[in-house]
C-alpha cells in the first residue's frame, strides 16, 4: 500500500524502505522523510518532513489522526525501531529510540530526547529539550518518571494499543472548497458548513473544519496546522489574521485574536475569548468562557500567565505565519502537478 497522498518539499520525495502495511483514509507522507519496513499509517495521520528530515526505522506504528513534524532548519525528528504511537498524538522535531509506546493525546515537543524502552502515558506533554531515561514510564505535563517498566511490558503494552485503535467511523462528504487563489486547503482536509477563509491563509493535512451552527471565519494569512478539528455548535469560531493554529488542536465556538499562536495540541473550550497577540503554550487548556489577555505567554491545564510576551517570542511566532503563507503556496503547486 502507499499514503493515499504523497508530496516533495523543495525537489525532495519520501522514501519507503518497502511498501507500507497498511495506509489509512488520507494518510499523508510529505517530504525528506525515510520510512522503514513493516510501516502501518492510521486514518489522517501525517508525515510532514518541509524543512528538515525524518527518519524512521522498521515496525513503525502511528494511529489515527497523529502528527510527525520537524522544526525548519533547526530539528529533525529521528525514530528507531518498533515504535508505536496512538491516536491523536504529536511527534515535533525529537529524538525518539527503539521500543517505545507513545499512547494517545501524548505531545513530544522539540528538542526532547526520548531512550530505549520507554512508555509515554495517555495526555502527557513532554517538553522541550526534556530526556526520558530508558526503562520508565512517564505521565503528567511535563511528562515526569511515575515507574519503572521492563521491555516485555511495553511491548505487551503496544499490542494492546494497536488491538484498542480501532477504526475511525466514515465521515459525511466534505463540502468542496472555492476559496480565493491566494488560498491553500489541502487535499487530505475535510470542510463543512460557512467557512470563510481570508487571503493567504492556509488549512494543512488532515484538519478537519465543521461549522455546524455558527460560521469558522479565519483570517487574512492564518495557518491552521495539521490535524486541527474546529466545531461549531454554538456562536461560531473567529480566527484574527497572521495567526497559528498549531498541531492537533481543538477549538469549539470561540474568538482568537490577531498575530497569536495556538500551541501543539492545546484544547480551547467554547466561549473562550483570546486577545491579539497571545502564545498559548502546547498542550494548554482553557475552561469555558476564560479570557486569555494580550501581551502575554499563557499555559498549564487551565491556562494561567507565565510571562511577557517578549520581542525574541513576537519575531519568532511572525516568522511562522511567513513560513506557513510560502507552504501554502508551495503546496498548492506540488497538488496541481499531481492533477
Same mark, same amino acid.
Request: a negative charge; hydrophobic letters at 45%; one cysteine or more.
Given at each position: ?143 515526569? +518518571?511515575?515507574? $519503572?517498566?521492563?521491555?516485555?511490558? =511495553? !511491548?505487551?503494552? &503496544? ?5 484498542? *485503535?480501532? #477504526? %475511525? ?16 486547503? +489541502?487535499?487530505? $482536509?475535510?470542510?463543512?458548513?460557512? =467557512? !470563510?477563509?481570508? &487571503? ?5 493535512? *488532515?484538519? #478537519? %473544519? ?130
Amino acid at each position: 500500500m502507499t499514503p493515499e497522498l504523497i508530496l516533495p518539499h523543495e525537489g525532495a520525495l519520501p522514501v519507503f524502505s518497502a511498501r507500507p502495511v497498511w495506509c489509512g483514509r488520507a494518510s499523508t507522507v510529505i517530504g525528506d522523510a525515510t520510512l522503514g519496513a513493516q510501516a502501518w499509517l492510521g486514518d489522517y495521520s501525517v508525515i510532514r518532513a518541509d524543512g528538515d528530515r525524518i527518519v524512521i526505522g522498521e515496525r513503525f506504528w502511528l494511529g489515527h489522526r497523529s502528527t510527525v513534524h520537524i522544526a525548519t532548519n533547526t530539528y529533525p525528528t529521528l525514530i528507531g525501531d518498533r515504535v508505536t504511537v496512538g491516536r491523536n498524538a504529536v511527534v515535533h522535531a525529537c529524538t525518539v529510540g527503539s521500543d517505545v509506546v507513545i499512547e494517545d493525546d501524548v505531545i513530544v515537543l522539540d528538542g526532547a530526547s526520548v531512550e530505549n524502552g520507554v512508555l509515554i502515558e495517555a495526555g502527557a506533554t513532554v517538553f522541550p529539550r526534556a530526556h526520558l531515561a530508558a526503562g520508565f514510564a512517564y505521565a503528567g505535563s511535563p511528562a515526569k +518518571a511515575v515507574r $519503572a517498566i521492563s521491555l516485555p511490558q =511495553i !511491548a505487551e503494552q &503496544a499490542e494492546r494499543l494497536r488491538e484498542a *485503535s480501532g #477504526d %475511525l467511523p466514515a465521515l459525511p462528504p466534505a463540502d468542496e472548497p472555492d476559496p480565493d487563489p491566494s488560498v491553500y486547503v +489541502a487535499r487530505t $482536509a475535510r470542510l463543512r458548513g460557512r =467557512i !470563510a477563509l481570508g &487571503a493567504g491563509s492556509t488549512v494543512l493535512f *488532515s484538519c #478537519d %473544519l465543521h461549522a455546524e451552527v455558527g460560521p469558522i471565519v479565519v483570517g487574512a494569512n492564518t495557518n491552521i496546522q495539521d490535524n486541527t478539528v474546529i466545531r461549531t455548535r454554538g456562536e461560531g469560531v473567529v480566527l484574527g489574521r497572521d495567526t497559528t493554529v498549531g498541531h492537533n488542536v481543538r477549538l469549539a465556538d470561540c474568538r482568537i485574536g490577531a498575530r497569536s499562536l495556538i500551541g501543539i495540541g492545546c484544547v480551547v473550550a467554547p466561549g473562550t475569548v483570546i486577545a491579539d497577540d497571545v502564545l498559548l503554550a502546547a498542550g494548554a487548556t482553557t475552561d469555558p468562557g476564560q479570557l486569555l489577555e494580550g501581551g502575554h505567554l499563557w499555559g498549564g491545564r487551565p491556562a494561567r500567565i507565565l510571562g511577557v510576551l517578549d520581542a525574541e517570542k513576537r519575531t519568532m511566532m511572525a516568522r511562522v505565519v511567513e513560513g506557513y503563507v510560502a507552504h501554502g503556496m508551495a503546496y498548492r503547486q506540488a497538488e496541481a502537478a499531481l492533477a
